[in-house]
């Protein structure tokens, strides 16, 4: 896959782009679209590891890699350094976290984050348990916001503290103000009816 960092980065956008498009019209068969078009190397490396991995989900995958190289670096953030054993650990943990706070499968949770390590892990604890991942736009505004998370219904939000000069907290208190006094998994706003729960990451 280190193939893929050798891709010009409109070939990369294009490229993420049709996996996007074939998971969306064909219901996960990426390998059917990709074999229409031919992007280089790390293109036909994308479409073995498919085709070896036919019908197994993000979760299973994931446990597959733990079984076979758990002490292997899996992630390296500026502060954090975790191996496979590690990531999957914490992964069920946030999963069981989800699980507790009401999440179930086909339930919608928005990030509104940088990249950092509770994105890669939210990612995989969501897929775990069945719940919908909904990326927010880190430099979306109020409105967007607003628009996003009542389109898709969110149940729950996690978000950074702050971004660059976006005050995530702030923008997410003005939006819905009666986080300041909702007890815990009892949010009620007017703005976003769908929304129970609001997640801080801690800095």
């Known amino acids: 896959m280190k193939d893929l960092l050798y891709l010009k980065d409109e070939q990369l956008k294009e490229f993420i782009e049709k996996l996007f498009i074939s998971y969306r019209e064909s219901f996960g068969d990426a390998k059917k679209t990709l074999e229409k078009h031919s992007l280089g190397i790390a293109h036909h490396k994308v479409i073995h590891i498919i ?14 890699t733990v079984s076979k190289f758990s002490q292997r670096d899996a992630f390296i953030f500026p502060h954090h350094k975790l191996n496979y054993k590690e990531f999957d650990y914490m992964v069920d943990k946030l999963a069981i976290g989800f699980i507790k706070i009401g999440l179930k499968k086909g339930d919608r949770l928005g990030i509104w984050s940088p990249n950092r390590l509770e994105w890669v892990l939210t990612q995989f604890a969501t897929a775990r348990i069945g719940v919908i991942l909904v990326n927010i736009n880190p430099s979306y505004r109020l409105s967007e916001l607003k628009y996003s998370l009542n389109k898709v219904g969110c149940k729950a939000l996690i978000i950074a503290k702050n971004f660059k000069s976006s005050e ?3 923008m997410i208190l003005s939006l819905a103000p009666e986080l300041r006094k909702s007890k815990k998994g009892k949010l009620k706003t007017k703005n976003l009816p769908q929304l129970n729960h609001v997640i801080l990451m801690d800095e």
């Open 51 to 64: 085709s070896i991995h036919h019908g197994i989900t993000i979760s299973n995958l994931l446990k597959k």
């Open 168 to 170: 995530y907290l702030n």
